[in-house]
């Protein structure tokens, strides 16, 4: 049986920058599911595509298996900024891992290929700059950050252990601090932080030395790497 568009799942498909590839997917011609739990997303950052007939949204948090028939998924879901992932740090690592064994569960069932998002996190505080992908970082397993790098790292391991075990097709790429609009204004994060200072007025906090390096992306170049890196244009109609 063909499809005449393929299908896409997109786990918190209603965040940042899963509303934005949503968007993108949508333009390119794919029939998009977005799953969300709205725990740091929103209906207002997908109400514009609501009234496309080739968007669905599904209320699903990803540590329940989800049973949809789809050709690849983007699994996101997972809050992002350390005030949102330690508010409930256990349902954090439930998130990145219950969550990934689920969405490759049914990459598995369904034959879909699957990409994660995982994070420049997995570095942890890493001792070498800048971090090449050999590098296997420097994380604290114990510390308040954990329930995101250790969460991540294991979905990174579930991930490379299905593929290798079980022949699932995926692509995990690592996000490195990614701005834009509909970002969280106060998620704590260093941009956003520079933004609300400047419109309010106030003086922009540095930490430490000010010495300190960061690599940031703009939202639309994250979401052109993301697609390039996994759907080449010629993949898009019929599965
Ligand atoms: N934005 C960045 O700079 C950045 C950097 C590195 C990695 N990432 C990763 O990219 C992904 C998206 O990040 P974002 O910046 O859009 O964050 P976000 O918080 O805006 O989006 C995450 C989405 O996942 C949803 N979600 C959280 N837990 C869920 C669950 N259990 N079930 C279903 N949905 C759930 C949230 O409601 C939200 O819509 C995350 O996995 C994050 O770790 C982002």
Redesign the pocket.
């Known amino acids: 049986m063909f499809r005449e568009r393929t299908r896409i799942l997109v ?8 509303s934005f590839l949503c968007e993108r997917l949508l333009a390119q011609g794919c029939h998009v599911i977005c ?7 929103s209906r207002d950052n997908i109400a514009h595509l609501l009234d496309n007939p080739y968007f669905e949204v599904i209320r ?4 329940i298996p989800l049973y949809v028939e789809v050709d690849r998924i983007f699994n ?6 350390p005030i ?1 992932y330690q508010f409930d740090p256990v ?1 954090t690592t439930k ?1 990145s891992v219950h ?1 990934a064994i689920n969405m490759l569960g049914l990459a598995k069932r369904t034959k879909a290929r699957i990409l994660q ?5 997995v570095y942890g505080d890493p001792a070498v700059h800048p971090q090449r992908e050999e590098y296997w970082g420097n994380v604290n397993p114990i510390g308040p950050r954990a329930c995101y790098d250790e969460g ?1 790292r294991c979905a990174e391991t579930l991930f490379f252990d299905y593929h290798r075990q079980h022949g699932v097709a995926i692509k995990v790429i690592r ?4 701005y834009g609009p509909r ?2 204004p106060r998620d704590g994060r260093v941009v956003s932080n520079f933004i609300i200072q400047a419109l309010a007025g106030e003086p922009i906090t540095l930490y430490g030395s000010g010495e300190q390096t960061r690599s940031f992306c703009y939202v639309d170049d994250l979401i052109d790497g993301m697609i390039a890196s996994w759907i080449p244009a010629r993949s898009m109609s019929a599965p």
Do not use: R, W
Not at 11 to 18: E, H, I, M, N, P
Not at 117 to 121: N, R
Not at 175 to 178: A, V
């Open positions: 786990t918190g498909g209603a965040g940042f920058l899963g799953a969300d739990n709205y725990f740091t997303g699903h948090d990803v540590t996101l879901a997972c809050p992002a900024s949102h349902q998130t969550g998002a995982s994070t420049s996190e991540k996000i490195f601090n990614t970002m969280h």
